[in-house]
């Protein structure tokens, strides 16, 4: 049971290109979260969605994209990358309006 | 606004007992978590309270009191694989989680 999967784990980037994150779920959880984690700072949710075809905006999603095309799949889009976005990514799911969720093992991305 | 305060970093010995304090302040309220997150591994589920007193689960033990907006962890019996960063989250009318940003816990031998 492979729970919930992201890839890349770990990227480096030049700024100002385009990258997808990639998050992939086998739990048929109807809810999916992308979060940043910086260090000093608690988890930012960035974007979500809390059933196939929608999506909502969280604490932080300036610079972010995000699709859910079906129940499986979430990835997270930066159409531009800047050093700010430097950070680890981590990918989550949970059965709806609960507050225990399933993390992703976290993509460390590096702008330069 | 919306907050969660827990102290950054806490050091406590083996075999002791260790409480982990968190304050909470959130539009609404549907719940506080803790989650525990080992250094570059993904945060885990460990407890859930929603409603006042203490939730106890093997050596891990949660307490809620709603009036105060207080929540504490408590650890007995402290492992050496305890050393990680408690994760303290309240869940806000949106049903979304409010995350402080963790306390550190280092186990001495």
């Known amino acids: 049971i492979a729970g919930i999967t992201q890839a890349p784990t770990s990227q480096i980037l030049a700024a100002g290109r385009r990258m997808t994150l990639r998050c992939t779920q086998d739990m048929r959880h109807n809810a999916m979260y992308w979060y940043r984690q910086d260090l000093g700072l608690g988890l930012r949710l960035i974007h979500y969605s809390n059933t196939a075809g929608t999506t909502g905006k969280g604490e932080v999603p300036d610079g972010y994209s995000v699709s859910r095309a079906n129940t499986d799949d979430f990835p997270l889009t930066l159409a531009s990358a800047v050093p700010s976005q430097t950070s680890v990514y981590f990918c989550?799911?949970?059965?709806?309006?609960?507050?225990?969720?399933?993390f992703g093992e976290g993509s460390r991305l590096t702008v330069l | 606004g919306q907050n969660i305060d827990q102290p950054t970093e806490m050091t406590a010995t083996e075999g002791a007992i260790v409480q982990i304090n968190c304050t909470y302040q959130t539009s609404g309220f549907n719940g506080l978590f803790w989650y525990q997150q080992h250094a570059g591994e993904a945060p885990t589920f460990l407890s859930y309270n929603v409603l006042d007193g203490l939730e106890e689960k093997g050596r891990f033990s949660s307490f809620l009191s709603r009036s105060k907006g207080y929540s504490y962890l408590l650890l007995k019996e402290l492992q050496m694989k305890d050393s990680a960063s408690y994760l303290c989250a309240s869940m806000d009318s949106n049903y979304q989680l409010i995350w402080g940003a963790g306390t550190k816990l280092i186990i001495k031998p």
């Open positions: 989550a799911s949970s059965e709806q309006h609960t507050g225990e969720l399933f």
